[in-house]
């Protein structure tokens, strides 16, 4: 069938067998291989991107059921002029990422946690990434980089 | 100022951060446009025989390039007949193979669920599940061989031409003369489960064969050895294939190397002449990557009433999956560091190894030494409540002095280097350690349902174990004044490009920004060991400063040439790497002057560093939890650490490594554990059972730091990515016993689940109350 | 991890959602976010052949007053309901179950009514329901009919709902004090699906996971009509349950849950008034 997805500001319009998954509609169609798959069960969120402002573990979203919809995926995180967005920033001060392969999934996830709660405690951050599995940061200097990124999320945000 | 020690951001990030990493299934390289996708069809059964393959259906599926299957093997060299009694070198993390070797593609049997029975190729990777759900494969069931006490028990046999199940056994443990004279002896059978490594992308290679030669990318941790191995099954000539690590998504000791999955992709590329791509999914990854751990251990300790500990047994069985691919290997590192830190006059170890039906059990950050680490600091507790003492003061008691080193141990290990009462006290203090005992105190007196727990562990353990293997660094300056390092080691998450670019700029004063690194590519590199065993800063960056050194002098040289002045009238401004005679900057002369005045030899150096010995970082760790003891529930609330490896280059990664290891270490002792039914078939085969610890479940970590150099290498460190795993272990399940310790419980093995805390506690309740 | 082949409609009225299962009968399956169903495709458990996508129906996402009650539409999101401020004020037990499902993508896209209609004994909006004995409103090709919470779960994974039929709405009459709750939810880990929960409302107590169904703990409530007091009322929390044995527990230890998190829930309740 035919799906037409708005990605990063870009219409990709593709006709993709009905059981394509949107995160292979992002690697395989749109080219853009950041958001990886890490499970089969919903469980890891390395896939995870913004469907229309919120996050989604796009492994578990069917390419049509985000047809004519919005996606954004790490790659169009960077503001116009190609500066990182201060999450992305954040986890390279903070030494949020080592192999990196849950990273764009983990990134995603925490600019919409900071969206939906701009001055989050540690707690918090900690239960929101209950779904985003990392094996090598044990999520210490993850958690510090979220934090640490809230003001500057919010201040962007409003601009 | 160097910048050595100093707190530097990882280069790698910007690009991972920004289009991500390009792991082997984001390759979009020329040579595998048209790959097809492979598919593994995989025994659902954990102990058969196969009577029959029928492919037909999957032939004829949509999209399929081809099937394959053990008929399609004729273009390989059979292994050698079987040996009875081949000699097994314990030591070496080398496969038994003779009369317990291994295919590739299954023959005629399936030992274990997930072992490959057949390959689909179809054009995209939909077609290859659909397609291989086609392939119809027959099973004679037989019976399986699960559980250490089945496999030395059972009359079944996994290799029909074997006397037994055990395929190695070495040590024994039945002089009990060395308890003599103990005022107390504990004893105690534990369990160090099976767990899998998990890391966060699974296996994946690709494979192109061309004109003879072979083009092979693999998520893997050292490139050279795939190489070798390649070379090897293929009958090729090593220079006939090139191996590319691309970005490595984790690896964890799992990836060492390619293993009989990613190996038949090669082989598939050149038999069809198709480039081929495959990617495992999750629910593969849990079955077919080997798993860590897996031991039961039988551990004997006596001592003084006063805590001065005299004899160690420490007795183990190892469950080395369907295929011992690493002989004895794991237990022999754990029986090397059965004392860990400890001043023990009489220390007895024996192992066994054994099959069973199920997932092969390979290394698994720490590979054998976060077993021997458990099991001494789980008798120093029992060792410790059998006396009335406080476990702190055992340890410190017991612990082998500052003037002691280099120590040989009773068990053949000679470290190098430690102080570890420091660790154990400062841990102690900034834990407070005074404080939480009457806390403890506290909510035992009023009956509290939380419970406080302390657990202490204090640890020793052995890197670089392959010290005599080495490590390779080349290192060239460029015209431009530009700089290539070329190591052997193999980065996957480890910032070695950012480590390696800061000890080039300490020496050279380059700076980082013109400093690249490249490494796992066999045609760039064709002379590298790889990264595991916590080696890579200790042999491969010691590797890179020694050629930098080496292209120092040569620089000299070339400056005095330049400058026609005396060498030992030069000097090297590190802070803004210009050659000048002494005390002189007018005549400064850049890198780039320099190499191109260097003419056509240029500035090269290869060093291959290689000491004599391993290193042996140490530390405490020291865990509190809260157990609810009417659920069982456990939470973590503080995890304190002080884990020295000597001199530290970038405390940033460091720490990062401590805090991976730490999360996976306490993921041991609270929730991960794999599991099999009595069948084989496994009851955590998806992530939605396999217990992966996150970040709700950790608090954040408190580390100290301590820097205790070695004199093994040049730079004084030791490795770092393992000793976090290997400390927190202990230290959490040791405060989980010890929450619930004043309620009768000695004991509890991992995972402490809550089912387990709170079978525990009523156990002890009810025979609390008989 | 990947669905088997299916055909994909997409609805976009209720009547035409109806329309499409008729004609393609029993191997369709309504898709709504997808988080009880795709999982289940993805792993081959469930191959449907038909998957009618109902997630553009947006006359189905609501969070209404309807004076004496609450009346809730089956489409909308955990996270809606976790966010809506009139459950906040009238049904905050709702509220917060809903904001401990799974995590915040899987509240992002998991629906209620996706919840309620796959039935999983595990799963905790059913046993909310339960508790606050809501009237479940289905649609089908004969027209709507209204099934009370107690009649809806009949089995594992098995509901009152005919073939064809489309849970539309959940009707919750609003509880007085609303405050009078707990909801307590016993996992190994944050994301896991509880072992044993305990829901309550009032002197009306739901169990998750403690069998095929939710179940309400009668004996309890009745100890409780009766003027018992928490604990002992707690003691008889598993009376009438088959809890299950799992990785995670055995029944016995599931026994004992309820009664701990049961005498928990009531206490945490109270407390609140």
Not at chain 2, 310 to 332: E, H, I
Not at chain 2, 581 to 594: E, H, L, Q
Not at chain 3, 61 to 80: F, H
Request: hydrophobic letters at 40%; a negative charge; one cysteine or more.
């Amino acid at each position: 069938m035919k799906v037409t997805v708005t990605v990063n500001g870009s219409q990709i319009e593709a006709d993709v067998p009905d059981r394509t998954l949107l995160v292979h509609f992002l690697r395989d169609v749109a080219n853009l291989t950041a958001t990886n798959v890490g499970c089969d069960t919903t469980s890891c969120g390395a896939c995870t991107v913004l469907l229309d402002g919120r996050s989604v573990k796009s492994c578990t979203v069917l390419a049509a059921q985000a047809d004519g919809r919005d996606v954004v995926t790490v790659e169009g995180l960077a503001d116009g002029s190609g500066a990182m967005h201060p999450v992305q920033r954040a986890f390279q001060a903070e030494h949020g990422l080592q192999c990196g392969f849950c990273t764009p999934g983990m990134v995603m996830a925490a600019v919409s946690l900071l969206d939906e709660n701009p001055s989050p405690t540690e707690e918090e951050v900690r239960s929101a990434l209950e779904g985003n599995l990392c094996r090598c940061t044990g999520y210490h200097n993850i958690v510090r980089a979220i934090l640490s990124a809230a003001p500057a999320a919010s201040e962007r945000r409003s601009s | 100022m160097s910048i050595l020690g100093t707190r530097v951001v990882r280069t790698e990030d910007p690009r991972l951060l920004t289009a991500g990493g390009t792991y082997v299934d984001d390759l979009r390289v020329p040579e595998l446009t048209d790959a097809a996708r492979v598919t593994f069809v995989r025994s659902p059964i954990g102990h058969a025989r196969i009577t029959g393959i029928d492919t037909t259906a999957a032939r004829e599926a949509p999209g399929v390039v081809a099937v394959l299957t053990i008929q399609d093997m004729d273009d390989l060299v059979p292994p050698p007949p079987p040996e009875p009694g081949s000699e097994v070198i314990e030591g070496a993390p080398l496969p038994i193979g003779g009369l317990w070797s291994e295919p590739l593609l299954a023959v005629d049997r399936v030992r274990y669920v997930g072992e490959p029975v057949a390959m689909v190729l179809t054009n995209d990777s939909y077609q290859g599940e659909d397609a291989a759900e086609l392939v119809s494969v027959d099973y004679e069931p037989l019976p399986a061989v699960i559980g250490i006490g089945t496999a030395l028990e059972t009359e079944t046999l996994l290799f029909e031409s074997t006397e037994s199940n055990c395929c190695v056994a070495s040590g024994e443990v039945t002089d009990d003369a060395i308890f003599d004279g103990c005022d107390a002896v504990i004893k105690q059978t534990i369990v160090n489960q099976r767990l899998a490594p998990m890391p966060m992308e699974g296996r994946a290679a690709a494979a192109v064969f061309s004109d003879g030669k072979l083009t092979y990318w693999v998520s893997t941790q050292n490139a050279q050895i795939t190489r070798f191995i390649l070379s090897g099954v293929l009958g090729l000539d090593p220079g006939a294939i090139r191996v590319i690590a691309p970005d490595v998504g984790g690896g964890f000791g799992a990836k060492v190397g390619a293993d009989r999955d990613a190996l038949l992709v090669a082989w598939a590329a050149r038999k069809t002449g198709r480039p081929l791509r495959w990617v495992e999914t999750r629910s593969e990854n849990l079955v077919g990557m080997t798993h860590g751990r897996a031991q039961e251990q039988t551990v004997t300790m006596g001592g003084t009433s006063d805590g001065r500990i005299l004899a160690y047994r420490l007795d183990v069985v190892q469950d080395t999956g369907a295929y011992p691919r690493m002989s004895g290997f794991l237990p022999f590192l754990t029986k090397l560091m059965a004392v860990g830190p400890y001043d023990i006059p009489n220390v007895q170890t024996a192992s066994r190894v054994v099959v069973t039906n199920t997932t092969p059990i390979s290394a698994y950050r720490g590979a054998g030494r976060p077993e021997a680490t458990a099991a001494i600091e789980r008798a120093i507790d029992l060792f410790a409540a059998e006396i009335g003492m406080d476990p702190a003061e055992v340890r410190r008691k017991n612990l082998i002095a500052p003037d002691k080193f280099p120590y040989t141990t009773p068990t053949g290990a000679t470290y190098d280097s430690g102080d570890y009462a420091t660790a154990l006290d400062k841990v102690l203090a900034a834990a407070g350690y005074g404080e939480l005992r009457a806390e403890q105190a506290r909510r035992r007196e009023r009956g509290d349902v939380v419970q406080l727990g302390l657990g202490l562990a204090s640890y020793v353990e052995i890197t670089a174990a392959d010290a005599a293997a080495g490590e390779t660094a080349r290192l060239e300056v460029h015209d431009d004044g530009k700089a290539t390092v070329y190591t052997g080691s193999s980065a996957h998450g480890q910032g070695h490009h950012t480590a390696w670019a800061m000890l080039v700029e300490a020496d050279l004063g380059i700076p980082m920004a013109d400093v690249t690194v490249i490494h796992g590519d066999t045609d760039l590199i064709p002379d590298g060991v790889g990264t595991y065993a916590s080696r890579s800063l200790q042999l491969g960056g010691v590797a890179v400063h020694q050629a930098a050194l080496d292209v120092k002098d040569q620089a000299r040289r070339v400056a005095a040439d330049m400058l026609e002045a005396a060498e030992d009238d030069l000097e090297l401004n590190t802070e803004n790497g210009s050659w000048q005679v002494r005390g002189d900057p007018a005549t400064g002369r850049s890198w780039g002057d320099v190499a191109t005045h260097a003419g056509e030899d240029g500035l090269v150096a290869f060093v291959r560093f290689a000491p004599g010995a391993p290193t042996f970082p140490f530390g405490t760790h020291l865990a509190v939890v809260e157990v609810d003891t009417e659920t069982g529930k456990v939470q973590l609330t503080r995890h304190v650490t002080a884990d020295d490896a000597g001199t530290v280059i970038n405390p940033v990664l460091a720490e990062g490594q401590r805090h991976g290891g730490i999360a996976q270490g306490v993921a041991q002792a609270l929730l991960e554990e794999f599991i099999y039914d009595a069948d084989g078939n496994p009851l955590t085969g998806t992530l939605a059972d396999y217990a992966a610890i996150s970040a709700a479940e950790l608090p954040s970590f408190e580390l100290l730091q301590s820097e205790t150099p070695t004199n093994i290498n040049p730079l004084g460190a030791k490795g770092i990515g393992e000793a976090g795993t290997i400390g927190a272990t202990p230290a959490v399940q040791n405060a989980v016993v010890d929450a619930v310790s004043h309620l009768g419980v000695t004991h509890i093995d991992m995972p402490t689940t809550p089912a387990r805390v709170w079978a525990a506690v009523s156990a002890a309740r009810e025979s609390g109350e008989n | 991890m990947i669905p088997a082949p299916f055909t994909y409609k997409r609805a976009w009225s209720v009547d035409e959602a109806l329309d499409l299962a008729v004609q393609n009968g029993e191997e369709a399956k309504f898709l709504a976010g997808g988080h009880s169903l795709l999982p289940l495709m993805k792993l081959r458990l469930a191959v449907p052949e038909v998957l009618i996508d109902i997630g553009r129906l947006g006359e189905l996402s609501y969070v209404r007053d309807d004076d004496s009650q609450i009346l809730v539409g089956a489409l909308t999101t955990y996270d809606e309901l976790a966010r809506s401020s009139l459950l906040a004020g009238e049904l905050p037990l709702l509220a917060h179950a809903a904001s401990r499902v799974g995590d915040p993508q899987i509240r992002h896209r998991g629906t209620i009514g996706g919840s309620l209609v796959h039935a999983d004994p595990a799963a905790d909006l059913p046993a909310v329901v339960l508790a606050l004995d809501a009237t479940l409103i289905a649609r089908g090709p004969g027209g709507s009919r209204e099934i009370g919470a107690g009649e809806f779960f009949r089995g594992l994974f098995e509901t009152a709902l005919q073939p064809g039929e489309l849970l539309t709405e959940i009707r919750i009459p609003k509880p007085r004090p609303a405050s009078e709750w707990s909801f307590q939810k016993f996992t190994k880990r944050a994301i896991d699906w509880a072992i044993v929960g305990v829901v309550v409302q009032g002197g009306r107590v739901a169990l998750v996971n403690m069998g095929q169904t939710p179940v309400r703990a009668s004996g309890v409530e009745e100890a409780l009509a009766a003027g018992a007091g928490t604990r002992d009322a707690a003691a008889h929390a598993a009376e009438g349950t088959s809890p299950p044995t799992d990785i995670n527990a055995d029944g016995r230890y599931r026994e004992h849950l309820a009664r701990v998190l049961v005498a928990r829930a009531l206490e945490e309740s109270a407390a609140r008034t």
